[in-house]
């Protein structure tokens, strides 16, 4: 199947005239082609594309990350001109000052929220439940199911349904 698949798409690239250019890689390995517009055998014209031709082959060892950002906004379309390694390199040295900044400001949040922890006072657990109308408001609301915790025992309030007293 797969040698097949090669000699179809050698087949299909001559005739439809499509010259790719590598225009860079990346340090992953990964491969990025550039296409440019052009008119094919039929007289159809084809817009340009910009390809990636991953260095996992498989679909499945594909994962997030493994383009740099620059890359991908590159293939999107977002930017016109392709990345390079100087620019690729130095918003990685950015991003990892921003990163460690950031890491810094959450130590020194920690420790004055720490400080600033002695000073409140702590919130007020409120243990009321339900609505001020409720006829149960501020107290213990019968349970439907008989409740058990360990050495008290509460009964509930279910009652048989059918009318039948057991008693009778």
Same mark, same amino acid.
């Given at each position: 199947? +797969?040698?097949?698949?090669?000699?179809?798409?050698?087949?299909?690239?001559?005739?439809?005239?499509?010259? %790719?250019? #590598?225009?860079?890689?990346?340090r992953f390995g990964?491969?990025?082609?550039?296409?440019?517009?052009?008119?094919?055998?039929?007289?159809?014209?084809?817009?340009?594309?910009?390809?990636?031709?991953?260095?996992? %082959?498989?679909?499945?060892?594909?994962?997030?990350?493994?383009?740099?950002?620059?890359?991908?906004?590159?293939?999107?379309?977002?930017?016109?001109?392709?990345?390079?390694?100087?620019?690729i390199l130095k918003?990685?040295?950015?991003?990892?000052?921003?990163?460690?900044?950031?890491?810094?400001?959450?130590?020194?949040? %920690?420790?004055? @929220?720490?400080?600033?922890?002695?000073?409140?006072?702590?919130?007020?657990?409120?243990?009321? %439940?339900?609505?001020? @109308?409720?006829?149960?408001? +501020?107290?213990?609301?019968?349970?439907?199911?008989?409740?058990?915790?360990?050495?008290?025992?509460?009964?509930? @309030?279910?009652?048989?349904? +059918?009318?039948?007293?057991?008693? #009778?």
């Amino acid at each position: 199947m +797969g040698w097949s698949q090669d000699l179809f798409r050698a087949l299909w690239r001559a005739l439809s005239k499509e010259a %790719k250019e #590598q225009v860079g890689t990346d340090r992953f390995g990964n491969k990025y082609y550039y296409v440019p517009e052009y008119r094919n055998w039929r007289g159809q014209t084809i817009r340009e594309k910009r390809i990636i031709e991953t260095a996992n %082959k498989r679909e499945v060892d594909y994962e997030v990350g493994d383009i740099p950002t620059e890359w991908e906004a590159w293939i999107r379309g977002k930017r016109k001109t392709p990345p390079t390694m100087e620019e690729i390199l130095k918003n990685e040295k950015n991003r990892e000052v921003i990163k460690r900044k950031s890491q810094d400001l959450y130590e020194e949040e %920690k420790l004055l @929220s720490k400080e600033n922890e002695e000073l409140l006072a702590p919130p007020v657990q409120t243990q009321i %439940k339900g609505h001020a @109308s409720a006829p149960y408001f +501020g107290k213990e609301e019968p349970s439907v199911a008989p409740t058990s915790t360990g050495k008290t025992f509460q009964p509930g @309030s279910w009652m048989p349904q +059918g009318g039948k007293n057991p008693n #009778q």
